[in-house]
Every structure is written in structure tokens, then in C-alpha cells.
Antibody, heavy 118, light 107 residues
């Protein structure tokens, strides 16, 4: 069965770029939308954006100006880059698979805590 | 943005009880409503999609209903493993999917 695993730094300085990678194992990346979602105590669950296996992207308008999601199907990975971070970006970051047939996030990574602090 | 409002925010119940959690959308979302369960320190997991379709492997005591703006998640005969936080999420409005604030179900 498909499994997702996030990786990346747990601490990022303010104004720098938050970079995370999600590795997909046990299945193909084809025909799915690969998403990032974050969860913070103050804002609950927030959808960040997704990238389709074909490469098209869709971003949360509130983050769009700072956000890049990219895909490397040869490595079965997709990544998140969020620039100019502030303390408000401190959260648990999840990668998740969005399945078009159910219009739902049906597989999630375990999540990784990212703290923005100097 | 479509706002999702869950009620109650928290709920206490006993093993064997039947409980209902409500989710209301700020505008019609047809049946593009999903429910997730999250246990402490874990990622959310999909319970129900399309308002009423059970995800594979989810026990039949979980039931979803509703359409347009009003939805419910019902758990019949609560089991110890059901005590968790539940979230609704709409998939009607892209590019901004939104979640409810969560309902914490406690013993």
C-alpha cells in the first residue's frame, strides 16, 4: 500500500525558506494530486497546495506568492518550498494524496513539525 | 472562501453511545464533503467521502449524511478506539479546500 514520508529541517529562521520533501513508496504517482497540508494550534488544518502528476499546480491563494510545489517522478518525490517564513508558518506539515475519484485526501504522511525561530 | 463550521467543538460520551457531529458550510457544496479522524500525534485519516461513502476499511458504525450546506457524522455504538478529533473538509471549492475546526470526542 502507498505510504508517504515527509523529510526536512525542523527549525527554520525567520525570512528564510522552508523546504520539505515527501517520498512516495509502495505505489505510482500517476493520476493523483500530491498535496501539502499544515496544522497549527491557531489555524487548525490548512490546505497549502497540490501538484498533479502531470506537473500542473494549484496553490492556496493566501500562500501563493511565497509557495512552490514541485515534482520528481523519477525519485517518487514531491517538494514544498515556502519563502519568507515567519512565526505564523510554524506548524506540523503533512503531505497527502488527493484522489480525484473521491475528491478526498486518502493517504497521509505522518507529519513533520517545523518551527520558525531565530 | 467557503467556511466550514463544526458543532459541538467538544463532546463527552460513553462506550456504546450513539453520537452525532454536525458540519455546516457557508454556501452549498453539493456532496463534496469529507470526514477525517485524527488521534493524538497522528495524521488525520479519511473516514467518509462524498458526504456518505465509507472509505475502505472503516467500520460500518460510522455514517455520513447530508448535502448542500448541512452534514452529519454519526457514530453508532462508540468503541474505545473512536475517541479522537473529527474534522470535516469541503472539496467543492478549488483551489481552496477548507476544513472545519474539529470536534474532540472524549470519554
Amino acid at each position: 500500500q502507498v505510504q508517504l514520508q515527509e523529510s526536512g529541517p525542523g527549525l527554520v529562521k525567520p525570512s528564510e525558506t522552508l523546504s520539505l520533501i515527501c517520498t512516495v513508496s509502495g505505489g505510482s504517482m500517476n493520476h493523483y494530486y500530491w498535496s501539502w497540508i499544515r496544522q497549527s494550534p491557531g489555524k487548525g488544518l490548512e490546505w497549502i497546495g497540490y501538484i498533479y502528476y502531470g506537473g500542473s499546480t494549484n496553490y492556496n491563494p493566501s500562500l501563493k506568492s511565497r509557495l512552490t510545489i514541485s515534482l520528481d517522478t523519477s525519485k517518487n518525490q514531491f517538494s514544498l518550498n515556502l519563502s519568507s517564513v515567519t512565526a505564523a508558518d510554524t506548524a506540523v506539515y503533512y503531505c497527502a494524496r488527493f484522489y480525484g475519484s473521491s475528491d478526498a485526501f486518502d493517504v497521509w504522511g505522518q507529519g513533520t513539525m517545523v518551527t520558525v525561530s531565530s | 472562501d467557503i467556511q466550514m463550521t463544526q458543532s459541538p467543538s467538544s463532546l463527552s460520551a460513553y462506550i456504546g453511545d450513539r453520537v452525532t457531529i454536525t458540519c455546516r458550510a457557508s454556501q452549498s457544496i453539493s456532496s463534496y464533503l469529507n470526514w477525517y479522524q485524527q488521534k493524538p500525534g497522528k495524521a488525520p485519516s479519511l473516514l467518509i467521502y462524498g458526504a456518505s461513502t465509507l472509505q475502505g476499511g472503516v467500520p460500518s458504525r460510522f455514517r455520513g449524511s447530508g448535502s448542500a450546506t448541512d452534514f452529519t457524522l454519526t457514530i453508532t455504538s462508540l468503541q474505545p478506539e473512536d475517541f479522537a478529533t473529527y474534522y470535516c473538509q469541503q472539496s467543492y471549492s478549488t483551489p481552496k479546500y477548507t476544513f472545519g475546526q474539529g470536534t474532540k470526542l472524549e470519554i
